[in-house]
């Protein structure tokens, strides 16, 4: 990368703590005690992007589950605020993993060396104690669930601890993302359900499609630095042809999710299961918005590109609970 295209220091928030990637004037930056700043940054709470990405296949699964068993009530509501807590928790834990064994890396990206341990906000073993009290908390939130979905929810911390170091050795890290990040849809769907079927577990490989096509995009905005470091993801490995795989991601995350849909709600009414299809249908069509405005030059519009798939994920939560009202 050329020095011009470097991220000056007084530009990159090395100068207040702030992380130069996250929204300007969000509210750590603004309202969080000072001292509490440099671990909700390690979290990512200045960037909450990341938890929606974590928690909509939750809410994907769980209200998939509840079309399947005709059941929702006090249960799913406590499983979808328990999910949303969980997120936040288990987001901020897995991040925290993740920048401590990046700490090296993220110093030589221009994108993440104002990050709280690279830039010396917080010290590796300050961090390890946030992270282990993140996954306490979290844990406290899981037991409240069905045996299946506890079960199911310590099985996800291999995912999560293999994935800081799936760059290092495949060009494919986005799949391992994607393997931590939709777990959810298991748990929830597991939690309300208590056991697993096939319609969470199409659900889960469409979500993987969904991550692989998001954070992709994601990748981009790295990709000359990984290569100077040696850093592998898909967004090297596919080059030029980034276009033509995402486009392939978006086919097949819309038509998995469309199956997980009728394995899910094929006993329920006709009316019932059009309008949950319209789910796989409007994040698809938000997807191909995406892919209509995808510029790998363009690091600013691919940021706010892969900040747009909230809204992506929010699509099929509202028609899945629409079909469940019917």
Known sequence: M?????IPE???????????????GNWVDRYAPRPARPYLRLSRADRPIGTWLLLLPCWWGLLL???????FGLTGAWIAIG??????????????WNDVTDRHIDGSVARTRSRPIPSGQ????????????QSLVSLVILLTFDWAAIWLGVLSLAPVAVY??????????????????????LLAWAALAGSLSWAPLVLYLAGIAWTLFYD???AHQDAEDDALIGVKSTARLFGNRSRTWLRGFLVAAVLLMGLAVILAARDRSVLSLVVALGGPWAIGWHMAWQLSRFDPADNAGLLRLFRSNRDAGLLPVLFFAAALAL
């Open 2 to 6: 050329k020095a011009a295209d470097r």
């Open 10 to 24: 007084a530009e990159n928030g090395a100068h207040d703590g702030t992380v130069a990637d996250a929204v300007r």
């Open 65 to 71: 589950a509840a079309l399947s068993t005709d059941g």
């Open 83 to 96: 999910c949303a807590l969980g997120a936040f928790l288990m987001r901020g834990a897995g991040c925290t």
């Open 122 to 133: 917080v010290r590796v073993v300050q961090a390890l104690i946030w992270m282990a009290a």
């Open 164 to 185: 800081p170091f799936a760059k290092r050795f495949t060009w494919w890290p986005q799949v391992f993302l994607g393997l931590a990040f939709n777990w959810g849809a």
């Open 216 to 218: 992709t995009i994601y």
